[in-house]
């Protein structure tokens, strides 16, 4: 049994740390919010009533936080983590941020004799729930190899990136790719409509030809031909609007960076962020499909 504390109960994190409770692991959990809070205690976690209460003895801290900025200070800031817990801590940062911030993160760590790691994910709240999250990991090995049992209880594919910041890398670089091929099987789904095929015999037909892709198959955004999308639920998120854009906009900051050429990704972002203008930032990131055909 090992002694965690989880920072960040959000609609990703109370899965996640509720996966651990199941596994047997001690659990102190806190967010800033009281139900939060309580609602992990109902699942198996030990409520914490702050930061500080939810990391003594901790010889794991895992956190799922907004941004970099939060990250940075809940760990580094005045009465953070790295205050309060003993060298030799595991960190292990599940949220998805810039590159540069996990770095520094990581960074901050080692001087302060800790061991840590970025380790964004794939798979949505299902896979939160269910334990089936892909984790995208970044940082040294020894940290690595501390960190793989435990996210192996939250997720079906731990895949360590290399050093730190990798794991960013690999999120937003997916993540860029995601929603590019969203839009683009909206926008197929679209055009098959108009020219008098239904969703049915186009999924049929694209689902097993060289248009097959992970947003159609698995998340299509046309009703009817995978039941558990949110087309379905008239896109009700799922991954939303907002979240799909904090991605790419990290992906753009990181292009800007290193040179990269992504012009697909820039007119992704670009998308996005008129849905967000258009007020449907609560929206699920396939609901692009009913924008195209007039619905919003």
Known sequence: MTKIAFIGLGNMGSGMCANLCKAGHEVRAYDLSAEAVAKAAERGAKAAASLADAVEGAEVVIS???AGKHVLAVYFGPGGVADAVAPGTLFID???IAVDDARTAA????????LMVDAP???GTAGAEAGTLTFMVGGPDAAFDKAKPLL???GKNVFHAGGSGNGQAAKIANNMLLGISMIGTCEAFNLAEKLGLDAQTFFNISSVSSGQCWSM??????PGPV????SNRDYKPGFAVAMMHKDLALAMEAAKASGAAVKLGEMAERLYDDLIARGHADLDFSGVMKDLKGGL
């Open 227 to 230: 039941p558990t999308a949110p």
């Open 217 to 222: 198959t698995s998340y299509c955004p046309a």
């Open 152 to 154: 192996d209880i939250m």
């Open 107 to 114: 960074g901050k760590a080692d001087e302060g004799g800790f």
């Open 64 to 66: 799922m936080l907004p």
């Open 121 to 123: 994910v794939s798979g």
């Open 94 to 96: 599940c949220s998805t």
